[in-house]
């Protein structure tokens, strides 16, 4: 596989940079909070998922750990995928659920825990 174009991309309320990438005719927006505390992997998650409005756009989250408060908050409103990295972060990625990705509230950026 060759070497993605990454590009990076301005995220409005974003601490973090994220990165934009195509693989097919899917676009990717990719961010890394694996050296965050809260509550900024929720901050950058909830700017993120902001710009997923079509099945063809995911956001790829990279962080510590399975963000739990997170998933609790949104995880029915995305397909989300789970993989372990070999360092032991974890690499979610989220995808655009028809009927129910309009429905999330992005703009609560606390997990309230």
Known sequence: MSELNREPIEVPGATVPFFT???????????DTSKCGPPEPMVNAM???KMIDSANKKVVMINHKKPMGLLDKIGENYD????????GRVKLIFSYKT???????????????
């Open 21 to 31: 990438y195509t693989i097919g005719e899917t676009q990717y927006f990719e961010f």
């Open 47 to 49: 700017a993120g998922l």
């Open 80 to 87: 989300i995928e789970t993989e372990s990295m070999d360092d």
């Open 99 to 113: 009927g129910e990705s309009e429905k999330a509230d992005l703009s609560q950026t606390s997990c309230g825990g």
